[in-house]
T-cell receptor, first 118, second 109 residues
């Protein structure tokens, strides 16, 4: 099946620093990728939709200057948490859409990144 | 805004069938019913999806009522590894996924 790789799986950083998370589609070209965040014992919350070659579309309440998304190629999208603070500590998950799966499922998820800001 | 309602949690004995219900009374004609699950600290895993007809794959069966207002995911022989949060989602096929709260399924030894 299709594979989406997310890196790093875990990161600890100091408050005020920026952290970049990568999401790669390994065996397909993803024109669209999605970014989610998840707090403990809560559901996944969609942050933004990332389209290759264009600006990301952010969900209401998500600060685009805080969470920078770049989708520069058909296999890579990055999420940068800028000037991270402890309240940004969360589990971040990406998903990628494979347009060539026919009637089968199109969306595949990465394994997530646990961000801890000290 | 999630368009589905699921029980918060359920228990099932190991080896028995786990039946997870989902209500989606406002589903539109072009929306599919999808099921995903999330094991602790991992990304969601696709299970199955359907439009009108019942579906079965190697993981589960999906039963959709004739009026499409509700569905049931069936795990035929639950194992401890099936302990997870199960999400029922309705969406147009190429659309983004909005997750609800899901059902926390505990498989009991």
């Amino acid at each position: 099946g299709a594979v989406v790789s997310q890196h790093p799986s875990r990161v600890i950083c100091k408050s005020g620093t920026s952290v970049k998370i990568e999401c790669r589609s390994l065996d397909f070209q993803a024109t669209t990728m999605f970014w989610y965040r998840q707090f403990p014992k809560k559901s996944l919350m969609l942050m933004a939709t990332s389209n290759e070659g264009s600006k990301a579309t952010y969900e209401q309440g998500v600060e685009k200057d805080k969470f920078l998304i770049n989708h520069a190629s058909l296999t890579l999208s990055t999420l940068t948490v800028t000037s991270a603070h402890p309240e940004d500590s969360s589990f971040y998950i990406c998903s990628a859409s494979n347009p060539l799966t026919g009637s089968k499922e199109k969306l595949f998820f990465g394994s997530g990144t646990q961000l801890s800001v000290l | 805004d999630a368009k589905t309602t699921q029980p918060t949690s359920m228990d099932c004995a190991e080896g028995r069938a786990a039946n997870l219900p989902c209500n989606h009374s406002t589903i539109s004609g072009n929306e599919y019913v999808y099921w995903y699950r999330q094991i602790h600290s991992q990304g969601p895993q696709y299970i199955i999806h359907g439009l009108k007809n019942n579906e079965t794959n190697e993981m589960a069966s999906l039963i959709i009522t004739e009026d499409r207002k509700s569905s049931t995911l069936i795990l035929p022989h639950a194992t401890l590894r099936d302990t997870a949060v199960y999400y029922c989602i309705v969406r147009v096929r190429d659309d983004k996924i909005i997750f609800g709260k899901g059902t926390r399924l505990h498989i009991l030894p």
